[in-house]
């Protein structure tokens, strides 16, 4: 049978064989704190690509050393880590699947231990930093907070260029898809939203001051990544912050309006992070559904929209996609539990094409 999940999506000249992306998920696994990739990187992303997924985009990958969340974050500020990236494309890609990869610096959030280690800030003779952001305010955390130092015009010029060059080694690499990581309470959204962003400059106040850095950057990006190529921006579409002034849907609807204008094909779109007071109106399946579908809306026909939030069942993935709700599923924890949902996934829905098992699984 015919399948709306299963059906290709084609961005500029890429053809994604289905509607399904691997989220990026940090695997904290640079147990060396060099940025570079590990075998861990390698087979966890190449389980998810043989298990079927369109997508396979990377985790939160720094731009530089002080982007890191946590010191055994990914990293891409140099060759050397191009390098040791190109063969995990070199495996998604062969397995059918396109290679993606966030791009990422996590500002205030920045220099702090792995969850299972406590996710707390780290100090200096721990191997922590002095994070930047868009104001001096840190990051309020229950187990103290990391000294935040407010970024001039230097740093922006700094980090706008680390981004762009980024592209360019993922390009070496044998990436299709670029991801700017804009949500989650990390750098770009600081500079977002009026909750960590006080500048009184050109890179704060109203939407166009807080949403400039963004744009430049994606505008910078694009001049380098091949035409033909998409590109991918994660937003955090509202700060559920209902009680003071803060990103919200609105505001996202009409950033995803400008970045398509810019070149950006696609918006993956989540919610949250840039304060732990965040008050989230509902969870369950497809909790953050109708914040695309109101985005995807407003910019239909300019720009492709992705989806996440508790997307666990291939009917509920199916829904989304057939009912026109988004165009891309995108899952998180769900790969975590099954590497092998697409699979799984089309035979649960009848799907004739757009996945095949690996020609090592069939005989299962």
């Known amino acids: 049978m015919n399948s709306s999940l299963f059906e290709p999506l084609t961005l500029r000249e890429t053809t994604v064989p289905n509607r399904v992306m691997v989220s990026p998920m940090c695997q904290y696994s640079c147990d060396a704190r060099d940025g570079l990739a590990t075998d861990w990187h390698l087979v966890h992303l190449g389980s998810r690509a043989s298990g079927g997924a369109g997508i396979v985009m990377s985790e939160a990958t720094a731009v530089e050393p002080r ?24 495996f998604i890609r062969g397995q059918g699947s396109v290679p993606a990869i966030q791009l ?69 690499a044998g990436f299709e898809i670029p991801e700017i990581h804009a949500a989650h309470g990390y750098l770009f959204h600081e500079f977002l939203s009026p909750v960590s962003n006080d500048r009184d400059d050109e890179y704060g106040g109203n939407f166009e001051g807080r949403t400039k850095l963004l744009r430049e950057v994606c505008e910078g990006i694009r001049a380098v990544w ?16 209902d009680d003071r002034e803060s990103w919200d849907v609105a505001q996202s609807a009409r950033l995803a309006s400008e970045l398509a204008d810019i070149g950006v094909d696609l918006l993956d779109v989540s919610g949250g992070g840039i304060h732990p007071d965040q008050a989230v109106p509902r969870t369950g399946p497809g909790y953050q ?42 899952i998180g924890r769900e790969h975590l539990r099954d590497p092998y949902f697409s699979l799984h996934a089309a035979d649960a829905l009848g799907a004739e094409e757009g996945v095949e098992w690996p020609n090592q699984y069939k005989r299962a």
């Open 226 to 241: 091949p035409d033909e190529k998409p590109i991918f921006v994660r937003i955090s579409a509202t700060d559920w912050l």
């Open 67 to 90: 982007g890191r969340i946590s010191p055994e974050d990914l990293g891409l500020w140099s060759q050397e880590h191009a390098d040791a990236l190109a063969p995990i494309t070199d």
């Open 104 to 172: 990422a610096h996590a500002g205030r959030k920045a220099s702090t231990a792995r969850p299972w280690e406590g996710h707390e800030p780290l100090s200096p003779d721990q191997g922590g930093w002095e994070t930047i952001a868009p104001s001096e305010k840190p990051y309020p955390r229950d187990g103290g907070e990391v000294q935040t130092r407010k970024m001039d015009q230097a740093d922006i010029e700094d980090v706008t260029q680390s981004f762009v060059d980024a592209a360019e080694f993922a390009l070496e």
């Open 289 to 330: 559904v109708p914040y695309a579908e109101t985005i995807r809306e407003a910019v239909e026909g300019k720009m492709f929209v992705g989806t996440v939030g508790g997307i666990t069942t291939p009917e509920y993935a199916e829904t989304l996609i057939a009912n026109n709700r988004a165009d891309l599923a995108i």
